[in-house]
C-alpha cells in the first residue's frame, strides 16, 4: 500500500499560481501512474491531471489544459501539480492518488491522500 500525502494549498488570487506536492510512502511509488483529483464546494470529485510511471506521458482535463502542469519524481517519490493563472472556479479541496487501472475514472484510483485545501478569490 503506497500512503500518500498531498500539501502546497492555500488561499490565493485570481491569476496567482501554486504548486501542489504530493509524497509518497511504502511501496515502490515509481511503478505507478499518478492523478490529482479536486473536490469543490458542492461539487463531486473530479479529474484534474494524470502522469504516467516515467513521467513521458501527461493528461490534462480540459478545464485545466494549458495553465496546470503535472510532473513527477521517482527518485524523491512525489508528484507536482503546477497551477499557473489560478482561477475561482479552480477552488476545491486537491487530493493525489495511485492510478491502478489506467483510465481516468476515479474507480481506477487508490490510495487517496487526506487532500490540500486550495482557494482561488477573484
Known amino acids: 500500500q503506497v500512503q500518500l500525502v498531498e500539501s502546497g494549498g492555500g488561499l490565493v488570487q485570481a491569476g496567482d499560481s501554486l504548486r501542489l506536492s504530493c509524497a509518497a510512502s511504502?511501496?515502490?511509488?515509481?511503478?505507478?501512474?499518478m492523478g490529482w483529483f479536486r473536490q469543490g464546494p458542492a461539487k463531486e470529485r473530479e479529474f484534474v491531471s494524470a502522469?504516467?510511471?516515467?513521467?513521458?506521458?501527461?493528461y490534462y482535463a480540459d478545464s485545466v489544459k494549458g495553465r496546470f502542469t503535472i510532473s513527477r519524481d521517482n527518485a524523491k517519490n512525489a508528484v507536482y501539480l503546477q497551477m499557473n493563472s489560478l482561477k475561482p472556479e479552480d477552488t476545491a479541496v486537491y487530493y493525489c492518488?495511485?492510478?491502478?487501472?489506467?483510465?481516468?475514472?476515479?474507480?481506477?484510483?487508490?490510495?487517496w491522500g487526506q487532500g490540500t485545501q486550495v482557494t482561488v478569490s477573484s
Open positions: 502522469v504516467n510511471w516515467s513521467g513521458t506521458s501527461t
Open positions: 511504502g511501496r515502490p511509488f515509481s511503478s505507478y501512474a
Open positions: 492518488a495511485v492510478n491502478v487501472a489506467g483510465s481516468f475514472r476515479e474507480s481506477d484510483f487508490r490510495s
